[in-house]
């Protein structure tokens, strides 16, 4: 299958700083991304769709000016967390969609552990 | 009505025994399903998909669709303990980019 890199795989940050996470389509064009949360014991919970050279679409409660989304290219997105604080701690995981003949399909990158301290 | 379903278990399976596991979906024009593994700690990776009715084998796993009961289902035979994780039934809604994902079904394989 498709190859989606996600770095750092862990970061501690203090409160009131800034994170980014990167996503990366190793092998493929990924001209959609998507962006999850998960808490410990608790189902995916998708944050923003990532469109290529377009504004992300974000879900319902989330803040979009907390959660930045960038897909600049058809292989990179990034997420940052601004002013980042103690709730926001949890496991970020991003996704990548390929489209070939017939098949959409999505691949997930390793995930970000954040803890913010 | 949730637009897919599963059970969360947990589900005991002794090993060496078949696994299955199950799916329902709300939106009948859903065309492609998916399933996915997710150990502890880790991200989701991706089992099998599938897009017709009937069954789909990938060595020791079976998807099986029947959209007129708007059903999907995961048979992992000779079960192992290494799959002993939870497996997450996904869906692609029409219209829609994004998949929507089940609550996941918990799966222990007891040696």
């Known amino acids: 299958g498709a190859v989606v890199s996600q770095h750092p795989s862990w970061v501690i940050c203090k409160s009131g700083t800034s994170v980014k996470i990167e996503c990366r389509s190793l092998?493929?064009?990924?001209?959609?991304m998507f962006w999850y949360r998960q808490f410990p014991k608790q189902s995916l919970m998708l944050m923003a769709t990532?469109?290529?050279?377009?504004?992300?679409?974000?879900e319902q409660g989330v803040e979009k000016d907390k959660f930045l989304i960038n897909h600049a290219s058809l292989t990179l997105s990034t997420l940052t967390v601004t002013s980042a604080h103690p709730e926001d701690s949890s496991f970020y995981i991003c996704s990548a969609r390929e489209w070939t003949v017939n098949q959409n399909i999505q691949y997930f990158g390793a995930g970000t552990r954040l803890s913010v301290l | 009505q949730k637009e897919v379903e599963q059970n969360s278990g947990p589900l005991s399976v002794p090993e060496g025994a078949i696994a299955s596991l199950n799916c329902t979906y709300s939106d009948r024009g859903s065309q492609s399903f998916f399933w996915y593994r997710q150990y502890s700690g880790k991200s989701p990776e991706l089992i099998m998909f599938i897009y017709s009715n009937g069954d789909k084998e990938d060595g020791r796993f079976t998807a099986q669709l029947n959209k007129a009961s708007q059903y999907v289902s995961l048979l992992i035979r000779d079960s192992q303990p290494s799959d002993s994780a939870t497996y997450l039934c996904a869906v692609q809604i029409p219209g829609a980019q994004k998949l929507v994902f089940g609550q996941g079904t918990r799966l222990t394989i007891n040696p």
């Open positions: 092998d493929f064009q990924a001209t959609t």
């Open positions: 990532s469109n290529e050279g377009s504004k992300a679409t974000y």
